[in-house]
């Protein structure tokens, strides 16, 4: 975390993705969404183009709102400070507009405890496991659409610890699902890459099956005439 003197006030920013819990990046995309929302509704009801002089207070009104979430502080004190003194903060929180690089992961730790993401979901195609992947395929698109919410629980049902099987009651799920909303976001970034690795791995090997099918039905077709 940085630290900045704002006013005789120090606060703190985040300079990466590792230093931005789930929660704390899911409230940040509800300020973003009501932004946007707001916008699409002024522009419903737009006679004439805008004056530049109202697109740039609405560019300072959000970014006043940014930075009173990542810093704790009332939009009322950040309306004191310098110009040119905010805009070293807001470059500091620039790596929320940078697209992420993914890491290629095979498990993770959160506190002393490890979970592993599954090599092959469906090469033990248990009932349960093919639910998985049809859970996936759903929320993958989710959040290809900026949907996070279902991250954690994502998680919990697909990683699990060294040992354990298929089959975790919704018990355990739940309470994982609450312990993954502590992870930071390079991590819920690298699973979701995983997951979008593993929809396509599973879409491949669908149309794989499907081939297979359509080769064994034209054999058995010729051996019938």
Same mark, same amino acid.
């Given at each position: 975390?940085?630290? $900045?003197?704002?006013?005789?006030? +120090? ?11 789930? *929660?704390? $990046? ?11 929302? =707001?916008?699409?509704?002024?522009? !419903? ?9 109202? &697109? ?6 959000? =970014? ?23 805009? !070293? ?6 790596? +929320? =507009? &940078? ?13 002393? &405890? !490890? ?12 009932? *349960? ?41 919704? =018990? ?7 312990? $993954? ?9 690298? +699973?979701? $890459? ?32």
């Amino acid at each position: 975390m940085k630290e $900045f003197l704002m006013n005789e006030k +120090v606060v703190e920013l985040p300079e990466s993705w590792l230093e931005v819990k789930w *929660g704390t $990046f899911l409230g940040f995309t509800k300020i973003i969404e009501q932004h946007e929302s =707001n916008i699409k509704e002024k522009d !419903k009801d737009k006679q004439a183009e805008e004056e530049e002089w109202k &697109e740039a207070i609405r560019a300072l009104d959000l =970014n006043t709102k940014i930075l009173a979430f990542w810093t704790g502080l009332s939009q009322e004190e950040i309306s004191h400070w310098d110009m040119k003194e905010a805009e !070293k903060l807001m470059k500091c929180l620039s790596f +929320v =507009n &940078e697209k992420y690089i993914p890491i290629d992961i095979s498990s993770f730790t959160i506190g002393d &405890e !490890k979970f592993f993401l599954p090599k092959d979901l469906m090469r033990e195609a248990t009932f *349960g496991r093919y639910i998985e992947a049809e859970q996936l395929e759903i929320q993958s698109e989710m959040i290809s659409k900026g949907k996070i919410e279902f991250m954690p629980r994502q998680i919990a049902i697909l990683v699990k610890k060294g040992g354990e099987g298929d089959n975790l009651d919704d =018990n355990l799920i739940d309470k994982r699902e609450e312990l $993954f909303k502590s992870l930071d976001m390079a991590t819920i970034w690298d +699973v979701a $890459f995983f997951l979008t690795k593993l929809e396509q791995g599973l879409t491949i090997s669908s149309l794989t099956s499907q081939a297979v099918a359509a080769m064994q039905l034209e054999q058995e077709q010729q051996k019938e005439q």
